[in-house]
């Protein structure tokens, strides 16, 4: 005999059945029996699964946000948005509300630490030369230069299968995320979830990066370049599966937050 339906689904097939009986009858507790042992005769013939429940696939693909990539967890939070905008802000808000649910992919960097940032917490910081290393052997899932600096995610740290019960969130560049969607084509990070933090406009941005002042000039003008490239991507259909535009700060963490509790269950 072929594969047959779980216990689970033969009673709540039952449960359904048992509302109306198959002859139209209303049930009494002595019919009632009768028709759960017609039912289980009749279930117990199949040759072929039944098809399982929302319930039980949550179950067999790790609960919300589906099943991904990443070593059988669930699915990847590619969060990007152009310098400036206010991705660590926005991150640091999701971590605070759901702590624990999401592990940060920490990312290598040849740019030299700004002020309060910690090595190995907000980036890998590492030379030139590591960084070369590290690019020869393959060890970077996507890497690009950006800003003048290199930057690459670990393809360890992606896969690692240590914590694949949290949410891996990826806080990348424009490349990155088309490297990345590479990889969803592949199958490598299937499933994979895409958000895009926007600013209202130029100016804006440019007032945020100077009121920073953790970079010079040529810097800052740089930077606005890569943004308004950016930004542009980031408006096309199909790019990103959610825009956030963060103009007012508390309406963008309940956006950004919202739309990713709604997405994993949180």
């Known amino acids: 005999m072929g594969a047959s339906a779980s216990a689970i689904n033969k009673d709540e097939i039952i449960a359904r059945e048992l509302e109306k009986p198959a002859d139209g009858s209303d049930l009494t507790e002595e019919t009632a029996l009768d028709e759960v042992r017609r039912l289980r005769a009749l279930l117990a013939t199949y040759t072929t699964p039944i098809v399982p429940t929302p319930s ?18 669930p699915a990847p939070l590619v969060v990007c948005g152009p310098s400036g905008v206010g991705k660590g802000t926005l991150i640091k808000e999701l971590k605070a509300r759901w702590e624990g649910k999401f592990r940060f992919s920490v990312s290598y960097t040849t740019r030299e630490p700004r002020e309060g940032e910690e090595n190995g917490v907000h980036y890998n910081f590492v030379s030139e030369e590591e960084f070369d290393k590290m690019l020869a052997s393959d060890s970077f899932l996507e890497h690009a230069t950006v800003h003048g600096n290199k930057y690459g995610t670990s393809t360890d740290e992606v896969f690692s299968k240590k914590t694949n019960s949290a949410i891996l969130l990826l806080d990348i560049d424009v490349e990155g995320v088309k490297a990345i969607k590479a990889h969803v084509s592949s199958g490598k990070m299937s499933g994979a979830k895409f958000l895009f933090i926007s600013p209202l406009d130029l100016p804006s941005l440019e007032a945020r990066l100077r009121a920073r002042g953790t970079e010079d000039e040529d810097n800052v003008k740089r930077r606005l370049g890569n943004a308004a490239k950016e930004i542009e991507y980031g408006k096309v259909d199909g790019n990103f599966d959610k825009v956030v535009v963060n103009d007012d700060l508390g309406k963008a963490k309940d956006e950004f937050c919202g739309w990713i509790g709604g997405e994993y269950q949180l």
């Open 56 to 73: 039980s696939l949550a179950k067999t693909n790790g609960g919300g946000g589906g099943g991904g990539g990443t070593g059988g967890g």
